[in-house]
């Protein structure tokens, strides 16, 4: 056996065995470094799905307001021009009795100033004719004449009184 009498021999199983202490020795404290930055990565993943669902079930919720605020406005828009063309056609409605008030304010304000002037008209023709008959009656009557009208005019007074 000269394989005991050899050096590297001897090295090579002093190597070996630092190696197998060294590992013994180390092992429980890497694999429980090891171990523990597993677990801890695992927390970290764990609680970032937490996070993760958390987050979703915030988007999902804001999402569902959205879509809320959205079907409100939309309601209100339609509420908004439901009521503008309901008004619209009240103030059209207005203004056309409005203006069919007026209109007939203004003729019976035409067919008063007519019947006025027509009045007044009248009244001039009268006085012209009156005038004119004087005139007529003044130039044409002697005194005569005229005397005796008056004296017939004065009987026919008590008759036209009754």
């Known amino acids: 056996m000269e394989l005991f009498h050899d050096v590297e021999f001897w090295i090579a199983l002093a190597f070996i065995v630092a190696v197998v202490v060294l590992i013994k020795k180390a092992a429980p ?36 307001k959205q879509r809320d605020a959205l079907a409100e406005a939309q309601t209100i828009v339609a509420r908004a021009k439901e009521d503008a063309e309901r008004i619209g056609r009240e103030a059209e409605a207005e203004l056309d009795a409005a203006l069919k ?21 009248r009244n001039v023709a009268v006085d012209v004719a009156i005038e004119t008959t004087k005139l007529l009656l003044v130039q044409s009557l002697d005194k005569k004449r005229a005397s005796k009208l008056i004296d017939q005019a004065i009987e026919e007074l008590p008759q036209r009184l009754h």
């Open 101 to 121: 008030r007026r209109e007939a304010s203004t003729l019976d304000k035409i067919a008063q100033a007519e019947a006025k002037a027509l009045s007044e008209v």
């Open 29 to 64: 404290g890497i694999t429980g470094g090891l171990d523990a930055r597993a677990a801890r990565i695992k927390d970290e993943i764990e609680e970032a799905k937490r996070l993760r669902a958390e987050a979703e079930a915030t988007l999902a919720e804001y999402q569902r």
